[in-house]
């Protein structure tokens, strides 16, 4: 099989990291460029202890990011990891050369750039390519990422919610002014900044809410959920912070529009992901929990509904940097190429 | 200052060893009796690696708990930390030798037998005891705790729950029905058992909702909500369990019945707690979380007005063994004997 | 390929699990057996939660351990997680069926029955079998294990302080009197027992010595030592528990018989560890790090030679339940069948 | 009883938190000021989310450090909790305004201008103050920190090595030359600072020794074993950081120079503390453990003799930021005012 030849940008940060871990080891792939303006000039192996000296990765440095230089390397794909109003500078001229792009970043998932002026407090820096960009969640835009040159990869939270949400809202069966979520995320989330509040004593035996009342992620997790509903949704979203490295739990409560079962819930619930391979149906009597996903690109969803308010309680668990960022970038490669969907995202 | 003789029944769980490390440094307090059925006639200090050879807790060992036995101790309360179902196997006898009891089951703070049996699966052991117990939340009841001899301390869910909606269910701004509460919990809350589930590999780097939909703590919640409402109350609720050794975080979600600013909840908080030195109401850009109560007989309350959907969102924390146990039993204590009230609640 | 088939004894403690999880993976290798006491008769996906219902694994179940049952199944290898004392009830009989069997116990690891009955405080269960056994160490007996049909792998401990050891014993440079040894253990290398002082509140910030002065892995680690410096080897050994999941820390104090340089000791390590891909020696200024080597299969060596006191000191780092444990025995496996030593042990 | 009033430099950081936390309950102590050259403006409450409203620390600011601007606030002690280098730039300027001067840093623990110079790595800034001051070790220089007026507070890691070496170094029991050190530590030892290496996620799950070979706290810890054996004492040290919080574990190796017992050990140490309330020499089955120490001023030390090698284990336990830095600060505190040594140290 001839490799595709791979680029990351901003691969010093959690989610490029775990796009090293795994595209080095993506039987499909080879790995050629990874860039970071902080560690330009020194050895990938002086950031990330676990380069043993016998791995391909030993030999790889970091480069300033550079789309031009990318182009004598036969780069096909470049895998963004950049915060966001940063990934929108390359995109444009990573796509002029030809290379396909996969942006983990917010700056292509808002479609209307108003709503992401909104959130993100800058004008959007390529509104002309929000047309072109295609939100990489294959369990709903698989067919449309297969044909896609732009991905613009979901946020780790709205993963966690739009996944378990979607198939009901298409199935109408939920109040859309209902909807109310929590989700509880491991520090990794916040992403690889000296900030003291992630120091590990001020998050080590610490819990707390915070990004209220708009979190960024609102933006595209309303966006999506409106879509299919068909109709504007607006959310009540509160995130926390615990002593985790990686996970999410998401927990969302929804009144239903005619009372609801469990079995009944579980009957669209197979109809949308029964064959889905990273998508995990629990049994009844389960809950999800992050420790049976971590390092995984499986989402868990289980469900209850309370016989006392009729209420439906959905709960789901992710990896933040698989399934919630880097896997489920690889997944949209993979399906850009046509591979199985489970290349280099085993265990 | 005489000071009181104070007993502990269940002494070695979480709870039990809370009230004997306060206790034993409360200035009106004479800690004469500690109770364990598992490990009676052990020291102490075989069991609680922090009491120091020279303190003087260094030489009290665990004894059966036996009411008849603290009598000629001269014993004036009892302390119960004892599984629910178990305590209220003591708290007839000891009151029958005139010693006051303040319970930290859940035994006395169901006032319904009914409900009780529904939420505990066994029939209430002494159903006539129940008219005699005050619900020991001293914010809320502080004069009829001043008069009981039976107090029914309040779980450490109830604490987080009840002490931010109360105020605001008295003032009938909030629709009754849309009440929706998470909490994450630390795993001290599941109490000092040897089970799988809570082995230090099983629960770090894990979190993960339980209890659903039915936790027995809804009982007491719903009874007090009820009783301040004036009418029936039926709540949402979804505990988590995450990886810390103590606090919670909760977080609740309601609607109000009229359009709510944070200064008018402001408003209403500062007449109910106002002067009371265990209710932190914060400042409005900041939000609760454990570390800043950890150890401490506090709770944090923050507020928050979403603009889009109209909801009031507010957040407590608490350190489950403190302010959601044995510190506020210990604050019932100083009530009862009308001592300042933060006596041995210091720090 | 035609693919080995392999059972599992024991696989439901943290080293059968990963067992389970890196045999199921593994591209040679057919799992077809798991057996547990504890759980025979339910699925391995109600413990655990990491199995997908699309897993391969979603069909296995735990039974209990028969070897006779194995014959009529073609299993050719058995990997035994069982407790000291229990492995040796099976190894005979399995052996006797012609079934190879990779021994993660401490059953044949020490040679003498008299040195393990010191030290595990029974008689050995089954003396006659242990001049058979290899110790399951590739880097130091890959000949051997090649040709074995019983291989005894290694403790946790020994693994991450042998390894260092070894090639400097055999190259005469140390004192032997002078081997001091502190090791850091994750709480995962007590094994999955529902004892209280394995709770996670109890582990938590909790950092502690233990097994004084007489570890049982002295005897496997002495034994080895003493084996290749040709004489009778006594070492200092102090285990610690610290609050991690899984991995330990081996830091070794000696004393050279003449003065050392930080690149004589390389150069003994380079030709004993250079081509190893599962050895990875540190370059002068990085130290080892638990968190580089969790789920890999790799040992990392870093070295000191304080110009002060002339001391050597040698720092290791291992995933105890990986290189310690279930990866050390799967890269045993590999040797015996002849293929890539890597596999199913890559990541 | 008149209470001192009491300022404390570099209040923001860890250390000065601890100072803040406990000065503030302290009974005979009123704290007038806060300095921080960071948050210089702000409220403490806003850097510190344990004060409460109530508490009377809410109204305090942090101020810019100024000894001139404490002469006439009546200041009578400075605490400083600052960085090496910059402590030494204020302590002449108070101690020439009368003010004492407990200092937390390392300008004045060591006496040989030319030693601090070679392990901090500049010279000394203030060379004449190194003769007046006191190492304030209170079980060793009781009676000379009670006349001090500048108190150099030791360095947490020397703290949990000299206690348990110091008394059996005064006995001549063991050989110099062959003291082997290794320390566990929490990351609150790393201080306040955001680094990338003290991020959450880099330190959960994470394990690594540091500092090798000459970590600069070998500086105090043999200029204090080499005064009381009477001669040079060069000693082996390796520290690791553990994900912790709080404490130090400290695991310490010895030969004897004639064959010892537990009981001869226990014998000297009773001797040399067996009054001192914040020792706790543990019964022979105990191991010192961070857990027990947590919050607590009390040092735990464990000790065997392995009956194979003859040589002297010594274990204790320390939380770092209580009898590691701050609270043996305000034992001094206590000392040089003639107070009870436990004033604000409970607990």
Known sequence: MKKAKVAIFGASGYSGEELVKRLSEHPAVELNCLTSRQYAGKKASEIFGWIGRHSPLAILSFVEPDPQSLAPLGIEFAFLALPHGVASEFAGALLDLGIKVLDLSADFRVKDPSVYELFYRHRHPAPDLLKRSVYGLPEIYRAQIKRADLVACPGCYPTSILLPL??????????????IVTSLSGVSGAGR?????????????????????????????????????????TIQFVPHLIPLNRGIITTIHAEPVTPLTVDGVRGIFEQAYGTESFINLLEPNRYPDVKNVVNSNRLEIGWRVDPRTGRLILMSAEDNLVKGAAGQAIQCLNIMNGWDEALGLRN
Chains 1, 2, 3, 4 share one sequence.
């Open 193 to 233: 900044k000296s900030e003291p509040e992630l120091l590990f004593v001020e998050c080590n035996e610490s819990a707390r809410p915070y990004g209220l009342p708009l979190h960024r992620h609102l933006s595209e997790i309303e966006q999506e959920l409106s879509n299919v509903a068909g109709e504007s949704v």
């Open 166 to 179: 979607l198939p009901l809202l298409r199935s109408k069966i939920l109040r859309l002014s209902s909807i």
